[in-house]
Nanobody, 121 residues
């Protein structure tokens, strides 16, 4: 069982990207979903989480710029990233878990391979 991310790429600072995560085996009615990012040699850090009731939480560094959402009919999670900064350059992972949180750390029920985001100045 896994989740599969897509949508990463290279963009200039100030630009936008939209990440997607297909989570076929993790119904959103039962799982919290989230996006994490990992810098080389560092532990993953929470970016955004969306709960079963659609409530959301964001890391301070992305508030007002990133938006997490989900399409329940397609069991797909999204992360809209606007006004990207060079410090947003990282590998972005999608995760699913009943108790997932911004400050938690893997292992989770599902953890994707990741999609690379590169922001240049």
């Amino acid at each position: 069982a896994q989740v599969v991310e897509s949508g990463g790429g290279s963009v200039q600072a100030g630009g936008s990207l939209r990440l997607s995560c297909v989570a076929s085996e993790y119904p959103f009615s039962r799982y919290r979903m989230g996006w994490f990012r990992q810098y080389p040699g560092k532990e993953p850090e929470g970016v955004a989480v969306i709960d079963r009731d659609d409530s959301t939480a964001y890391a301070d560094s992305v508030k007002g710029r990133f938006t997490i959402s989900k399409d329940t009919t397609k069991n797909t999670l999204f992360l809209q990233m606007n006004n990207l900064k060079t410090e947003d350059t990282a590998m972005y992972h999608c995760a699913a878990d009943r108790w997932l949180s911004l400050v938690g750390k893997p292992p989770y029920a599902a953890w994707g391979q990741g999609t690379q985001v590169a922001v240049s100045s």
